[in-house]
């Protein structure tokens, strides 16, 4: 399966771990790209003048329709830390005792967060998910492993500054919307590019190119997903017709084939 001459395809958080691997990915397959982005200046230098650029923030609203016209597909892969960080962006740089009281106190660190998970997984999606053309012929989400078991651990802890409830407001505002669909939820993510602040990125985990890419549905899944792999995935759905209303899981486990097998992935799927 390959791309055709008109696709071009919206990449939403394009400079972010997963986001640059899908937009290499969409070059290596011969797609129009065109990134929406807050910073032109670092997507422009990050991909060489090889993509489109739109700049954009999907809080607002009104930075959303200029990157519409003549988009095919959006691949978004937009997200925040699961915890306060500075990609939440407080309006000033919080001292040692504020980041002990953001950390005990959720309330109060997400009513002093611009970009905190509520405002980005969950009313930026639902902005995006308004602004897309209504042709658009797929709309991908990254979503998490997790949204299903926010009451057991790890999830509940993962979920303590409400991340999985606003991924999981992003994938209702993506179903109810009526567009063509494809919500891929990663188990914990390792692999590069390193862009996050989580353990994983701390530690710089890799899987050495040796695990298998296991698919699952309802929630069930638990494990490690590549950056790679999870690329690979938002791509491959795109050529995939049988991924259109489907949801599920990605984790890495097992032996590697030496090719992964995405129309056998995908043809274990059943809809939802
Ligand atoms: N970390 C995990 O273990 C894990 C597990 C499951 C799922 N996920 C999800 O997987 C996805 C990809 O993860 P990642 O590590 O690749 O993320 P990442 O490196 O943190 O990238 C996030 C991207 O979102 C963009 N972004 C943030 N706020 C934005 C806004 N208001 N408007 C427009 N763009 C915005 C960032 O742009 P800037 O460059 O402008 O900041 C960046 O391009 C995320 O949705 C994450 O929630 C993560």
Redesign the pocket.
């Known amino acids: 399966m390959t791309s055709s001459f008109d696709d071009l395809v919206l990449v ?10 899908v937009v290499g990915k969409l070059i290596e397959n011969d797609f129009r790209v065109r990134v ?4 032109a200046a ?2 422009t230098k990050m991909f060489d003048n090889k993509v489109e650029v739109a700049v ?5 609203p009104n930075t959303l329709p200029t990157a519409m016209p003549n988009v095919t597909q959006i691949i ?7 915890f306060p960080s500075s ?1 939440w ?1 407080f309006e000033s740089e919080p001292n040692l005792i504020e980041w002990v009281q953001l950390f005990f106190d959720p309330k109060y660190s997400i009513s002093k967060a611009k ?1 905190s ?1 509520l ?3 969950a009313q ?1 999606v639902s902005n995006l998910v308004a602004a897309a053309p209504e042709n658009l012929r797929r709309f991908v ?6 949204i299903l078991r926010q009451n057991e651990f790890p999830w509940k802890l993962l979920n303590a500054y409400g ?1 999985l409830d606003a ?1 999981q407001k992003g994938e209702v505002a993506i179903i109810n919307s009526g567009l063509p669909y494809t919500i891929i ?6 692999d590069g ?6 353990l ?2 701390l530690l710089k985990a890799n899987t050495g190119g040796k695990l298998g890419v296991v698919l699952g549905q309802g929630d069930t899944l638990q494990g ?2 590549s ?1 790679i792999d ?1 690329a690979a995935a938002c791509v491959e759905s795109i050529l995939h017709p049988s991924t259109e209303r489907q949801v599920f899981e990605i984790v890495n486990q097992g032996a590697r084939p030496a090719v992964v097998d995405w129309d056998y992935l995908f043809s274990q799927l059943t809809s939802v």
Not at 12 to 21: H, P, S, Y
Not at 56 to 60: A, L, N, P, Q
Not at 185 to 190: F, M, V, Y
């Open positions: 939403v958080g394009a400079t972010g771990g997963v986001g640059q691997l929406l982005t807050r910073n670092k997507a954009g923030d999907i809080r607002d978004c892969c937009t997200g925040t830390t699961a990609k962006e970009n998970p405002n980005v997984d930026g989400f990254v979503s998490s492993c997790g991340v991924k939820r990663p188990g914990r993510l390792i590019p390193y862009t996050s602040y989580d994983n990125t490690d997903a950056r999870v």
